[in-house]
């Protein structure tokens, strides 16, 4: 009766055992967010993702314990301005690294809380389309190009 019980509990959480290694797949290196003057209501956050991975990994969204909102966005040429547009999704092929850096795909952390300051440290979610969510921390920086920015970050699971 004993073995019955082991083997209904393995059966039961081996399932969640194998999604939480999936979930280890994504990696986060240089993440950070932009300082900016008083009286922004906005900002951005970027970040290199890495999916180490064997399936594509799909994020359908972001949130930060400082914004009231967060979208991925990417700059794009439009009649010969550049132009931010709103994406509703973001793939990372496996063993792909897809970064988010000024100019190009980022996130924009909206109606902020307070002003961040260099040196603080920001929570960034994103959510997946399995459902899941993947937290890290960002620092606060002038720009990304400062020494030690290729520290590497394991994501939380909420």
Known sequence: M???WIAALLAAFLPLAAAAEQNTTLEFENVWVRAL???QPNTAGYLTLVNRGK????IVGASSNVAEKVELHT?????????MEQLQALAVAPGE???LAPGGTHLMLLGLAYRPVPGDEIRLCLQLVSGD??????EVRMSGDLPG???????TTE
Not at 55 to 58: P, T, V
Not at 75 to 83: A, E, F, H, S, Y
Not at 133 to 138: F, R, S
């Open 133 to 138: 969510e993947v937290c890290t921390v960002a």
């Open 149 to 155: 920015t290729t520290d590497h970050h394991h994501h």
């Open 55 to 58: 399936d594509a990994i799909a």
């Open 97 to 99: 690294r897809v970064e």
């Open 75 to 83: 700059t794009r040429k439009v009649d010969g301005l550049m132009r």
């Open 2 to 4: 004993i073995r019955v």
């Open 37 to 39: 003057p008083p009286l």
